[in-house]
């Protein structure tokens, strides 16, 4: 894995982790669960079921888009607003503690759409107008752009790296950033990734892209590790060596590799055995985490106990 970072203005701490995550490649996966309520009950479960916490830490933003419209919304939409508001405070929390930070942003449209308008189906914002300078759309996606910025500026301030994995699941059509296609969805990226660092200089973000389809990588300039998504069979515990393989073939550079989510628990006996260097995996949250529809207790306490499982208690004080 390279650890030449695509910022290259990127903070000690963030470079720190990146190094670090290099020298683990092939020798131990990182633990991660997603979490999208202030409450966190993945996190109480895991604990309590292993004794142990994940080393990784997701957090959902989608409560922080500045264009929610929650007049004629659904109940489940609603709900899903109100129950994600005050995250960010809980990232800040963790990352103090040593855990490590990613976040996943379900963007509500710029502008317009209604309900849950991160999907295409509740929204006509077109991404490729937000691409042309003067648009309406233009001038709605810098304005959300510069509000998370803002927001993330405190975990910046206090040099805490962030696994940053904008616009995910680009390689889809289901969320407006993939509505025009993976070019599309690239180009975001990209001009988000400038401006971030030319123009906020938030110089704590890994820069994590997501999807495997090769027409629409990001670049090697943009990024820093390579994401996929995945939601395989109840149970159907593994290595994922062909989609590690097939995600490998995005770029020859030796970029890092991550499941940046899953519904299902990886095997480290078989990542060990099949050689899949994930650098971590990510479950997410609701009833993959919280009951056994998805992963048996039992599969959840073997991986966190076993000596290839990296869980908080084994990350080190500090990076670098």
């Known amino acids: 894995m390279i650890t030449q970072p695509a910022n290259p203005n990127l903070q000690p701490e963030a470079r720190g982790l990146l190094a670090w995550l290099a020298g683990m490649e092939g020798k131990g996966i990182l633990t991660g669960q997603h979490t999208q309520t202030r409450g966190q009950e ?10 142990k916490l994940p080393a990784l830490c997701g957090f959902e933003l989608l409560a922080c888009s500045p264009n929610i419209r929650l007049e004629g919304a659904s109940e489940a939409c609603v709900t899903e607003v109100e129950d994600n508001r005050g995250t960010l405070p809980l990232a800040l929390e963790w990352g103090r503690r040593g855990g490590i930070v990613t976040f996943t942003w379900h963007w509500f449209s710029p502008l317009g759409g209604r309900d849950k308008s991160f999907y295409t189906r509740n929204t006509d914002f077109d991404p490729q107008a937000a691409l042309r300078e003067g648009t309406e759309e233009q001038r709605a996606f810098l304005r959300d752009l510069d509000h998370m910025a803002e927001l993330l500026r405190p975990l910046c301030e206090e040099h805490i790296p962030v696994l940053w994995r904008p616009f995910h699941e680009a390689e889809g059509d289901w ?58 069979p109840p149970h159907a515990h593994g290595a994922f060596r062909g989609k590690y393989d097939e995600l490998r073939g995005l770029t020859p550079a030796q970029k890092g590799l991550a499941i940046a989510e899953t519904g299902i628990l990886p095997d480290p006996e078989a990542l060990i055995r099949e050689k899949a260097a994930w650098l971590w995996y990510m479950t997410w949250s609701g009833a993959y985490a919280l009951t056994e529809e998805q992963n048996s207790f039992d599969a959840l306490r073997r991986l966190y106990h076993h000596p290839y499982a990296v869980t908080l208690d084994r990350l080190p004080p500090r990076f670098p």
């Open 42 to 51: 993945e996190l109480r479960l895991i604990e309590r079921e292993t004794g």
């Open 175 to 232: 969320f407006w950033w993939g509505s025009r296609g993976p070019e599309t969805a690239r180009e975001l990226y990209r001009f988000m990734f400038r401006r971030y660092t030319a123009l906020h200089h938030l110089d704590n973000l890994i820069w994590v892209w997501n999807s495997p389809r090769p027409e629409g990588y990001v670049g090697d300039a943009f990024c820093d590790i390579l994401s996929r998504d995945q939601y395989p």
